[in-house]
C-alpha cells in the first residue's frame, strides 16, 4: 500500500502564475482534505472533497479551489498567486468515520 | 469556534529523561482530541486518538495523554525520550464547530533530545 502520494515534491512559480497540486488518496480511501502549512505553523485546512463535491471549506480565498475525480485523487489549483502562498501543501485521506492519513505534502515557492 | 494552544514552541529534554508536551483546547462542544507528528521531510502521523472513551489514552511509540475537561487539557507524555523522538508534535482538536470534517491544528512544539 503506497498510502498518500503527492505531486510534485517542490514547485516554484513567480506572483500572479497559477498552480495545480495532485493527490493520490491512500488506497479504499475516499474523502480528501488539503492543508496549508506556513513555515514554523501548524496546518491549515482549505477543504474537504467526498464524492466528487467541496463538503467544507476553510478561511480561504476563491482563488484556492479543488477537484475530485471519480477514482478519489484530488487536485488543488490556486490562481493569482502570491507571496504569502508559499508553504507546504498537504493531502490527507480517510475512509468514513476513520481516521486522516496525511502525504508527505508539496513544497510551493512563489518568488 | 474551537481551538488548541500549545503552550512550549520547543522542549529540550536529555535521552532517557521523561517527555511533557502541553496543550489545551477549547470547544463548544465535546471535542476529539488528537497528537501528530511531523518529522523532517514526512506526512504526518497521528501518535493517538481521543473520541469520548477512555480519558487516559495510549498511543504508538510510548506516548499517551490524558483528556482533563476540567483543565481543559490533553497533554503528551513519554516516560524516556529516545533521540528518534526529536521531531515537530501538534496537538490538533475536531468537533461540531467544524462540522467534524476540519481538523484544527496547534502552533507545534519542536521537541528536541539531546544525548
Known amino acids: 500500500d503506497a498510502g498518500v502520494t503527492q505531486s510534485p515534491t517542490h514547485l516554484i512559480k513567480t506572483r500572479g502564475q497559477q498552480v495545480t497540486l495532485r493527490c493520490s488518496p491512500k488506497s479504499g480511501h475516499d474523502t480528501v482534505s488539503w492543508y496549508q502549512q506556513a513555515l514554523g505553523q501548524g496546518p491549515q485546512f482549505i477543504f474537504q472533497?467526498?464524492?466528487?463535491?467541496?463538503?467544507q471549506r476553510g478561511n480561504f480565498p476563491d482563488r484556492f479551489s479543488g477537484h475530485q475525480f471519480p477514482n478519489y485523487s484530488s487536485e488543488l489549483n490556486v490562481n493569482a498567486l502570491l507571496l504569502g502562498d508559499s508553504a507546504l501543501y498537504l493531502c490527507?485521506?480517510?475512509?468514513?468515520?476513520?481516521?486522516?492519513?496525511f502525504g508527505p505534502g508539496t513544497r510551493l515557492t512563489v518568488l | 469556534a474551537q481551538s488548541v494552544t500549545q503552550l512550549d514552541s520547543h522542549v529540550s529534554v536529555s535521552e532517557g529523561t521523561p517527555v511533557l508536551l502541553r496543550c489545551n483546547y477549547s470547544?463548544?462542544?465535546?471535542?476529539?482530541l488528537f497528537w501528530y507528528v511531523q518529522h523532517p521531510n514526512k506526512g504526518l502521523q497521528l501518535l493517538l486518538k481521543?473520541?469520548?472513551?477512555?480519558?487516559l489514552v495510549k498511543g504508538i511509540n510510548g506516548f499517551e495523554a490524558e483528556f482533563k475537561k476540567s483543565e481543559t487539557s490533553f497533554h503528551l507524555t513519554k516516560p524516556s525520550a529516545h533521540m528518534s523522538d526529536a521531531a515537530e508534535y501538534f496537538c490538533?482538536?475536531?468537533?461540531?464547530?467544524?462540522?467534524?470534517?476540519?481538523?484544527?491544528f496547534g502552533s507545534g512544539t519542536r521537541l528536541q533530545v539531546q544525548p
Open positions: 472533497y467526498y464524492e466528487e463535491e467541496e463538503r
Open positions: 490527507a485521506s480517510r475512509s468514513r468515520g476513520r481516521e486522516q492519513f
Open positions: 470547544s463548544s462542544y465535546s471535542p476529539s
Open positions: 490538533v482538536v475536531s468537533g461540531r464547530d467544524t462540522g467534524r470534517r476540519a481538523l484544527t
Open positions: 481521543y473520541t469520548s472513551a477512555a480519558t
